[in-house]
């Protein structure tokens, strides 16, 4: 990114729920850690470079610790002789004796002081991801918390850049159609207009691609209602408008925001207890009959609290290999007793082997127990927290909240979906899998998963918004059937967005479904065999995306942020 074209900012946001549990134990261990030190180590081989460019770095890597990582990096640049400005923000601590951690997500005035005080480098702590590039946007167009368009315009800005290759075309349902089929996906590279408008690009050279589709899967990413709530502003996100501008840059306009809510996210980890995991292999006939057996025998073994058995029916009928013959029964348990969820168990399920169904085996050798957290998530009045920008010289100043906030959430922007479009078929079906005619993206907010479909065109989203009901995800995902799912549409992108609340169980760092974060769980949709409409067409729509008014303004400037994130 540094060397591939011209760059204003680079970003990076290193603290995942489950990053913030690690920093969490690190700095248990150690109190001078708890910052994410891969950034140190990536730092020593570029800072020169970026220095030498002008390109300004901000990152969220200071975790639980910015001022050790700040202070890290001023020794860094010392030894590489490099006159580098430091700066930090601090003040998402919050003391809460009964957690582990506890972090409130601040927003993007902090780092826009410390870029304003002529730092190089911001480090922060626990912020929105899309704070990183907020902030930067606010330095150099001077916006205010008024500005609230503009703010939430670079809000999707960086939501979409903050999982650097996922809006070029990684892991992206259509990959067999970018132009290297997925091998190498560049970063992007947000181009930032005074109005809040954009451009997402990447670097020439670079593969994978930047278009309409790419940028729709990045925006259903992790994502809830329209209303994206943010601490400087709310995003509307059924205002989102997309143009394709170009080989490899696509607009993004129109975003309306409002005013933020009275309180703050916090995140909050706790460690949860022990956790240990075997798999026993299953061949042949009577496979229910086996697994039965094998959890008979164990319960007797270690006892049934807090035991999970996922029978994994990956066997063929009348197959000719072991493998293809063979289920997968995974025995899960989790114990506030690390002796009981340790060796007990896992001996246990070892000592079966010559005693239990026929062909007994496992993939699994006897281990200890690993700690594991829970991740979840609460408020706090924004006037509660102390958002502190630690200027390059030392100086320490304080960032109000914004003046205006909204007590009840903020006013929705009604749309009239009601009068959108719908579809009448002529009649004739055809079987064939969902995902021939719509894209999907998924990933995980703590125990919860969302799922975002979009269809590739107009006529399918005609077709898609009245098809797929929660009713109907519950027959396709029969795991989301008895759990609570929210559903949400989002016309200007021809998307539907599924909330699934619970799916996840306590979260990434202590879920044992197959699929922990459900990163896979629009792929699985899109498998489904269903009855398709016969007249809809395959393949993408149109280069220009959706039909919807540009709206664009005309800007006076411009930056440049670029985001490779982790």
């Not at 248990?28 to 390109?55: H, I, K, N, S």
């Not at 930067?136 to 001077?142: D, I, L, M, W």
């Not at 996100?237 to 809510?261: A, C, F, K, M, Y």
């Not at 479909?453 to 898609?464: C, G, Q, S």
Request: hydrophobic share 40%.
């Amino acid at each position: 990114m540094l060397d591939g074209g011209e760059l204003d900012v680079l970003t990076g946001d290193y603290l995942a729920e489950l990053t913030m549990l690690i920093l969490g134990r690190d700095r248990m261990r150690d109190p001078d850690l708890g910052y994410a030190r891969t950034f140190l180590r990536q730092l020593e081989g570029c800072l020169g470079t970026a220095m030498d460019r002008r390109v300004r770095l901000v990152t969220n890597a200071g975790g639980l610790h910015p001022a050790g990582l700040a202070a890290a990096i001023r020794s860094l640049a010392d030894r590489l002789g490099l006159p580098v400005r430091v700066g930090y923000v601090e003040g998402d601590a919050l003391a809460r004796p009964d957690a582990l951690t506890a972090n409130a997500y601040l927003g993007a005035f902090g780092i826009a002081a410390c870029l304003d005080a002529g730092a190089d480098v911001v480090v922060t702590g626990r912020v929105t991801d899309a704070a990183l590039v907020v902030g930067p946007a606010v330095a150099h167009f001077g916006w205010t918390h008024d500005d609230l368009d503009a703010l939430a315009g670079a809000t999707v800005a960086g939501h979409l850049v903050e999982c650097g290759a996922q809006v070029t075309g990684g892991n992206y349902s259509f990959f067999t159609e970018l132009p290297d089929g997925g091998h190498r996906p560049g970063f992007p590279v947000a181009e930032l207009r005074r109005d809040g408008s954009s451009v997402l690009t990447k670097h020439p050279d670079t593969g994978g691609a930047v278009t309409v589709e790419t940028v729709t899967a990045q925006l259903l990413y992790e994502i809830g209602g329209p209303e994206y709530l943010g601490p400087d502003v709310v995003t509307r996100l059924d205002t989102i408008e997309l143009r394709q501008d170009g080989p490899d840059r696509v607009r993004v306009s129109g975003v309306r925001g409002t005013p933020p809510p009275e309180t703050l996210k916090v995140g909050v980890n706790n460690l949860g207890g022990f956790r240990n995991s075997m798999t026993f292999v299953l061949c042949g006939l009577d496979i229910e009959a086996k697994a039965a057996l094998v959890r008979a025998q164990l319960e007797v073994a270690v006892g049934t609290d807090g035991l999970e058995f996922r029978l994994a029916r990956t066997d063929h009928p009348d197959a000719t290999d072991t493998e293809v013959a063979s289920a997968l029964l995974h025995v899960h348990l989790r114990d506030v007793d690390r002796t009981r969820a340790g060796r007990a168990f896992s001996a246990a399920a070892v000592e079966l082997a010559l005693a239990s169904y026929p062909g007994c085996t496992l993939t699994t050798l006897p281990g200890d127990a690993t700690p594991y957290g829970v991740c979840t998530t609460d408020a706090v009045s924004q006037d509660a927290v102390t958002h502190v920008a630690v200027l390059p010289d030392g100086t320490r100043r304080q960032i109000a909240p914004p003046p205006l906030r909204c007590k009840e959430g903020s006013p929705a922007i009604h749309q009239a979906i009601a009068g959108g479009p719908s579809f009448h078929p002529s009649g004739a079906v055809r079987r064939g899998a969902l995902g021939e005619l719509v894209g999907a993206r998924s990933g995980d907010k703590g125990g919860d998963a969302n799922l975002g479909v979009w269809a590739r065109t107009d006529a399918t989203w005609a077709w898609l918004r009245g098809w797929l009901t929660v009713a109907r995800l519950a027959e396709l995902l029969p795991e989301t059937a008895p759990l609570t799912v929210r559903r949400y549409e989002l016309p200007n992108l021809r998307a539907v967005n599924f909330v699934i609340e619970g799916l996840l169980g306590p979260g990434v760092a202590g879920s044992t479904r197959f699929d922990p974060q459900a990163k896979a769980l629009g792929e699985l949709l899109r498998a489904r065999v269903v009855d398709l409409p016969a007249e809809l067409p395959t393949g993408p729509a149109s280069p220009t995306g959706p039909a919807s008014p540009t709206g664009s303004a005309s800007a006076t400037g411009s930056a440049s942020v670029g985001g490779p994130q982790a």
